[in-house]
């Protein structure tokens, strides 16, 4: 299942691929590592969980093909989907990247018939998840001690 969207932005080309083999997941691991992990202080074992392998992928690359962003997808029962660990590096924040990503999980969700997404989303990235539909459906809970909110988006209405 490989599957490509382009963007041309910024006089840059920015590939968002969904990976399935072991080099696609070790380049999303290695951008959530840098995120998670060391800028944010998550436990390694809690980071890299045993959801990994059933998860769906999708690894953000640059010009020269290198990760600088990553998200997963789970299928849950009822046709939804849970859409998990979205990230981009620090230095290449405020570039649409994340609007990019959210967007190819969306479209991978919508031609597999899903009906709904749902995400846990850090307190401090609400109103990005707002923006593009998500509306919050939980009080603020404590995951890796780092403050989140359980949202979620209806695809029947779009």
Do not use: W
């Amino acid at each position: 299942m490989k599957r490509s969207v382009l963007i041309v932005s910024l006089d840059l080309q920015i590939t968002v691929k969904i990976v399935s083999d072991e080099k696609g997941r070790q380049d999303a691991y290695s951008v959530r590592k840098k995120v998670f992990v060391e800028e944010q202080g998550v436990p390694l074992i809690l980071e890299l969980d045993e959801h990994d392998q059933e998860a769906i992928h999708f690894v953000v690359y640059d010009e020269v093909d290198q990760p600088i962003g990553a998200g997963r997808m789970r299928g849950l029962v009822n046709a939804h989907g849970k859409i998990e660990r979205i990230c981009i590096l620090p230095e290449h924040r405020g570039k649409h990247l994340g609007k990019l990503i959210m967007n190819t999980l969306e479209e991978h969700a919508r031609k597999n018939s899903m009906k709904k997404l749902i995400l846990n989303a850090q307190s401090y990235a609400v109103p990005f998840y707002e923006k593009l539909g998500y509306v919050v459906t939980s009080p603020e809970f404590m995951d890796a001690d780092i403050p989140h909110r359980a949202m979620e988006k209806s695809l029947l209405n779009d």
